[in-house]
Structures are given as structure tokens and as C-alpha cells.
């Protein structure tokens, strides 16, 4: 592993470890639940919450008609 954020937990919800694994791949983490996303995932996963991000501070209608768009 070379690298780790650590994303501090919010209300009920626990830490969040993002790791950057040796394999080209990342892992994210909370309590005994993890992913592992491959370095040919990780664009598309990062496109997909960047608008979910924006949903939060936007018209969600417009992020979830640009997400359901892209299927």
C-alpha cells in the first residue's frame, strides 16, 4: 500500500479509509465492508460521485437525468 486518506465519520456513519493499493487498484473502506476498484473503474466511479456531489449543491433533477443519460 502506498497511500491512505482517512475521511472522518459523520453522525452515524463511520471513518472512511481510501487506500492506494500496490496492484493498480484502490480501496475503500468502512468498518469491515470493502471495495476494491480497478485503475480502468476508478475514472468512471470518480465521474459517477462527482455528480452525485453535485446533486447536493444543484438541481438534483438535472445530475440524476445526466447521470441515467449516460447508460
Known sequence: MCVSWH???EGR???VVVKMLVR???SICRDDVE???SRKQLTALSD???FLDQAF???ARDVVEAL???E
Open 35 to 37: 471495495i476494491v476498484v
Open 68 to 70: 441515467c443519460g449516460e
Open 13 to 15: 456513519r463511520g471513518e
Open 57 to 59: 449543491h444543484a438541481d
Open 7 to 9: 475521511i472522518p465519520a
Open 24 to 26: 493498480d487498484e484502490i
Open 48 to 50: 459517477k460521485l462527482y
